[in-house]
């Protein structure tokens, strides 16, 4: 199986109604992928990340490693574990024996590595603007067309794409859950923490940027996910000591509660 690299120049713009906050999400084309990565952490013989490819990664020397029993990120990366998660797109929670990630052949090459613009000229007349890349699976926050910070997203699988367009963004949520979706065990709907609502479909699904799991390839219903490992610590208990805590980061910029009340 492999992702159409022929999607061509969809754009996705978000314009905040809560911030005068214009949020753009620029689709080129989906990532590749040259051979099927498993679904779920359930069919480890297949969970390959070096299968699948990014645009950005062609400057970038890298290798594929075999992660083995007792090996985790931290295990293998020191405190450049972080870097090496962004890079792959990918939690900890999805890091696990049997599958394969990639590892820069240098470290120093992803230290601080994003695949989108420092300067972005469309974003430059307005105060803040979100840039999200499907093809990248990665988000930007821009003031003034300058990057501010930037980080892993996991945005629509195929059937499920994330929708592409101009849009505006028209609520959040801080406790968030899915009325559609629950999490693996049927336990509980599925959290969506920080919520930040782009648009909602002609079926009257609505689509938002909020905290998920990232297995480090597009894997959604079709809202953008990011880090946050508080939550993925409150439902799974795992990680233990959260540090990626990307979902709350952008919503404390874009549309914090600080800003509107709760």
Same mark, same amino acid.
Not at 12 to 35: C, D, E, N, W
Not at 80 to 94: C, E, G, P, S, Y
């Given at each position: 199986?492999?992702?159409?690299?022929?999607?061509?120049?969809?754009?996705?713009?978000l314009?905040s109604?809560?911030?005068?906050?214009l949020?753009?999400?620029?689709?080129?084309?989906? /990532?590749?992928?040259t051979?099927?990565?498993?679904? =779920?952490? %359930? #069919?480890?013989?297949?969970?390959?990340?070096s299968?699948v490819e !990014?645009?950005s990664?062609?400057?970038i020397?890298w290798?594929?490693?075999?992660?083995q029993?007792h090996?985790t990120?931290?295990?293998?990366?020191?405190?450049?574990?972080?870097?090496v998660?962004?890079f792959?797109?990918?939690?900890?929670?999805?890091?696990? /024996?049997?599958?394969?990630?990639?590892?820069?052949? =240098?470290? %120093? #090459?992803?230290?601080?590595?994003?695949p989108?613009?420092?300067l !972005?000229?469309?974003?430059?007349?307005h105060?803040?603007?979100?840039?999200?890349?499907i093809?990248?699976?990665w988000?930007?926050?821009?003031?003034n067309g300058?990057l501010?910070?930037?980080?892993?997203a996991?945005?629509?699988?195929?059937?499920?794409?994330? /929708?592409?367009?101009?849009f505006?963004?028209?609520a959040?949520?801080?406790?968030?859950?899915?009325s559609?979706?629950?999490?693996?065990?049927e336990?509980?709907?599925?959290?969506?923490d920080?919520?930040?609502?782009?648009?909602?479909?002609?079926?009257n699904?609505s689509?938002?940027?909020?905290?998920?799991?990232?297995?480090?390839?597009p894997?959604?219903?079709?809202c953008i996910?990011?880090?946050?490992?508080?939550?993925q610590?409150?439902?799974?208990?795992?990680?233990?000591?959260?540090?990626?805590?990307?979902s709350?980061k952008?919503?404390a910029?874009?549309a914090?509660?600080?800003?509107?009340?709760?």
């Amino acid at each position: 199986m492999r992702y159409s690299r022929m999607r061509l120049s969809h754009k996705i713009v978000l314009v905040s109604l809560l911030t005068a906050l214009l949020v753009g999400l620029m689709v080129l084309r989906s /990532p590749s992928l040259t051979g099927e990565p498993a679904a =779920s952490l %359930a #069919d480890k013989a297949l969970e390959d990340l070096s299968r699948v490819e !990014y645009p950005s990664l062609k400057g970038i020397k890298w290798h594929a490693h075999f992660v083995q029993p007792h090996q985790t990120l931290e295990s293998l990366f020191g405190a450049d574990w972080i870097w090496v998660a962004r890079f792959n797109r990918v939690d900890r929670r999805h890091v696990y /024996p049997g599958m394969t990630i990639k590892v820069p052949d =240098s470290m %120093a #090459d992803i230290r601080n590595y994003t695949p989108l613009p420092r300067l !972005y000229q469309p974003a430059a007349g307005h105060g803040k603007y979100i840039l999200v890349d499907i093809t990248e699976q990665w988000l930007g926050a821009y003031e003034n067309g300058k990057l501010v910070f930037s980080a892993p997203a996991a945005t629509g699988k195929l059937t499920t794409e994330t /929708p592409v367009g101009f849009f505006r963004i028209d609520a959040r949520h801080l406790t968030h859950t899915s009325s559609l979706y629950k999490t693996r065990d049927e336990t509980e709907q599925y959290p969506m923490d920080n919520a930040i609502r782009f648009h909602i479909g002609d079926d009257n699904v609505s689509y938002w940027i909020h905290a998920r799991d990232l297995p480090g390839r597009p894997a959604s219903h079709g809202c953008i996910g990011l880090f946050d490992e508080e939550m993925q610590n409150r439902v799974y208990g795992f990680p233990s000591r959260p540090v990626l805590l990307d979902s709350q980061k952008l919503y404390a910029w874009a549309a914090g509660e600080s800003d509107y009340g709760s």
